[in-house]
């Protein structure tokens, strides 16, 4: 079975021009969530979709990030303008639902660098 | 107050040895899940194990056990015969059983270092 993808893996930009991040879920899974994880740190849910429909975006910086999930499968994360405090590791995970025993299967990643 | 603590933020072991890697947490939820993950120095986030807070028996998979103790809220992992490639940071999480919108809490992480 194959795991959950994302790309590209690095991306450098310099501050104040856009980025976006790719994500496909595990096949089957229904459950997508977008983590941003800064360096020493845990990552940080910045949102969850459940199929197609958001159900959690309260930490994503709504003036600057966005994300999609069109088909309530592939998901984009997209950050324009980028800031400096962008700098971190954009994580993907996917799960087949949201229950408190439903395990989060992550992607590799994505290294973004804002200079 | 924070959902998930972990109190070690670096650990070392001695290769073969035995390692306990303290997690506790926080819910007044009677349904939950606990998890613990892997993080190497690529970046990937390894899911290693789950304990749900209605199993009376501790979760095991292979040199990996989690030691849940449901009274005093914690979820301590125990690495066995640890290996090199065991070097790494340990992520403690849980995710509580309300409804469909359940968040993932991750602690802050204790990095392993394996000494030869």
């Known amino acids: ?115 | 107050a924070q959902k998930i603590t972990q109190t070690q933020p670096g650990m070392f072991v001695q290769e073969k040895e035995a390692v306990t890697l303290d997690c506790t947490y926080d819910t007044s939820d009677q349904s939950y899940g606990l998890f613990w993950y892997k993080q190497p120095s690529s970046g990937e986030m390894i899911f290693l194990i789950y304990q749900g807070s209605y199993d009376e028996q501790n979760a095991t998979e292979g040199r990996y056990s989690l030691n849940f103790q449901k009274a005093r809220k914690s979820a301590n992992l125990v690495i066995s015969a640890s290996q090199l490639g065991d070097s790494a940071m340990y992520f403690c999480a849980m995710r509580e059983g309300r409804g469909t919108g359940n968040q993932f809490y991750f602690g802050t992480g204790t990095s392993l270092t394996v000494i030869p």
């Open chain 1, 1 to 115: 079975e194959a795991g959950v993808a994302q790309s590209p893996r690095y991306k450098i930009i310099e501050k104040r021009q856009s980025v976006a991040f790719w994500c496909n879920p595990i096949s089957g899974h229904a459950t997508l969530y977008w983590y941003q994880q800064i360096l020493g740190q845990g990552p940080k849910l910045l949102i969850q979709f459940q199929n197609n429909g958001v159900v959690d975006d309260s930490q994503l910086p709504k003036d600057r990030f966005s994300a999609e999930r069109l088909k309530g499968v592939d998901s984009t994360l997209k950050i324009q303008p980028a800031k400096l405090e962008d700098s971190a590791v954009y994580l993907c995970a996917s799960s087949w639902g949201a229950g408190a025993g439903e395990t989060q299967y992550f992607g590799p990643g994505t290294r973004l660098l804002v200079l």
